[in-house]
């Protein structure tokens, strides 16, 4: 079992910054690759971006250029930093871990960008 716990999420202006963290915990050794979703009222839970264990990273095309996805293997921890927010990345963003077999979802937390 991996146990994913998010944090850094609240309320900030267009143009602004965040960075969101998740906390892995658990048999986490057999994580191969970790990420970010979201979930905007009304819609589909949507990719963010993901990081390999080996540091691959992979961007959905709306957030390329402003969000910077990264892991302190150390600290078992993801980061989403995130930069020049919109008003259409409101959502709540969930962490994800994933390995063969294996799908595991944080209880998500509020990102709000007010325009």
């Known amino acids: 079992q991996v146990q994913l716990v998010e944090s850094g999420g609240g309320l900030v202006q267009a143009g602004g910054s965040q960075r969101l963290s998740c906390l892995a915990s658990g048999i986490i050794f057999r994580i191969n690759v970790m990420g970010w979703y979201r979930q905007a009222p009304g819609k589909q839970r949507e990719l963010v971006a993901t990081i390999t264990r080996s540091g691959s990273t992979n961007y959905a095309d709306s957030v390329k250029g402003r969000f910077t996805i990264s892991r302190d293997n150390a600290k078992s921890t993801v980061y989403l930093q995130m930069n020049s927010l919109k008003p259409e990345d409101t959502a709540v963003y969930y962490c994800?871990?994933?390995?063969?077999?294996?799908?595991?979802w944080g209880q998500g937390t509020q990102v709000t960008v007010s325009s």
């Open positions: 994800n871990a994933w390995s063969v077999g294996s799908d595991y």
